[in-house]
C-alpha cells in the first residue's frame, strides 16, 4: 500500500499541480484550508503533510504548530510551502515544528526528494525498532511528545504483558484516545498494528530473558503473556528470523547473565 500525503493548500492550480506530481507514487487527501485538513486527520491515515503557510483562517505556521503539539498527529512530518523568501520565515516554520521547509516556485524533483528522504527515515527507524531485540520503543519517537507518550504506552504494557487479554481497547482506554485514532497512530508510528506491538514488546523481554539462561522456554512463555512455548517460538521467529534457541546460542557467552 502505498503510503497516503494530505495536501493543503488553498490555490487550487497548486493542488492540481501536486496531485499530477504525486499521484502515481502516493495516497493523497487535499485539503483548501486547516480547517479542513484535520477534519480529513481524524479520518485517514496519513503519513505525511504539505501545507502552503499563506491560507486563510489557520496558516501553515499555526495547523503546524497545532499538529506538532497534539498527541494524535504529532508524529506526521509536515513540509511547509512558502513564497516568502526570508530568514526570519524559514526561522519561524522550523520553531513551529516543520520537517523541512521548501521554497516556491519549486522543482518537482526537488519536492520529491524531500518527501521520499523523510518517508525513508522514518521506514529505517520503523525496521530498526522492530529487528533488534534490545531496541528501545522510544527510538521511534520524533518530538518529545512522542517519546512521552511511546514511554507512557511501553510501561503499561510491560506492566500487564502476562494479561493474555491485553488489547488495542485496552491500550487506547489507557492512552485516553478513540480506538481508530489510537490504532491510526501506532501503525503510522511503528508500522505495526496495536497487537503486533504487544506481541514486539512481549518478545523483547523473552529475549532479555533468554539471555540470562535461567529460566525454562515454557517459564518465559508464561512470564510473557503466551499461552505456549510453541506460540512463543512462532511469534519470535516471526519477527526476528531465528528461534528462540538459535537466539541464545547466538549469544556471546559474556552476555548470557
Not at 518530538?143 to 485496552?170: C, G
Not at 508464561?222 to 510453541?230: D, H, I, L, T
Amino acid at each position: 500500500m502505498n503510503d497516503s500525503i494530505l495536501i493543503v493548500d488553498d490555490n487550487e492550480e497548486i493542488l492540481e499541480f501536486l496531485s499530477e506530481v504525486l499521484t502515481d507514487s502516493y495516497t493523497l487527501h487535499l485539503a483548501t484550508d486547516g480547517e479542513k485538513a484535520q477534519a480529513i486527520l481524524a479520518k485517514e491515515m496519513v503519513h505525511l503533510i504539505i501545507s502552503d503557510i499563506m491560507m486563510p483562517g489557520i496558516d501553515g505556521f499555526e495547523l503546524c504548530n497545532q499538529l506538532k503539539s497534539n498527541v494524535d498527529f504529532c508524529h506526521i512530518p509536515i513540509i511547509l510551502l512558502t513564497s516568502k523568501n526570508t530568514y526570519s520565515a524559514h526561522i519561524e516554520g522550523l520553531e513551529a515544528g516543520a520537517d523541512a521547509y521548501v521554497q516556491k516556485p519549486f522543482s518537482p524533483e526537488l519536492l520529491q526528494h524531500q518527501i521520499a528522504n523523510l518517508l525513508r527515515n522514518r521506514k529505517k527507524v520503523k525496521e530498526h525498532f522492530s529487528g533488534s531485540p534490545f531496541e528501545d520503543i522510544r527510538v521511534m519517537a520524533h518530538s518529545k511528545t512522542d517519546e512521552a507518550f511511546l514511554k507512557k504506552l511501553d510501561e503499561y504494557i510491560r506492566k500487564n504483558m502476562k494479561d493474555p487479554n491485553l488489547d488495542v481497547e485496552k491500550l487506547s482506554d489507557h492512552m485516553i484516545m478513540s480506538r481508530p485514532t489510537f490504532y491510526r497512530k501506532i501503525k503510522s508510528l511503528s508500522s505495526l498494528s496495536p497487537k503486533g506491538l504487544i506481541d514486539l514488546t512481549r518478545l523483547k523481554k523473552a529475549t532479555s530473558l533468554i539471555a540470562e539462561d535461567q529460566y525454562s522456554l515454557f517459564e518465559i512463555s508464561k512470564a510473557v503473556g503466551y499461552s505456549s512455548q510453541s506460540l512463543l517460538t512462532r511469534k519470535f521467529q516471526k519477527y526476528f528470523k531465528v528461534t528462540p534457541m538459535e537466539y541464545f546460542n547466538s549469544l556471546p557467552r559474556e552476555a548470557r547473565q
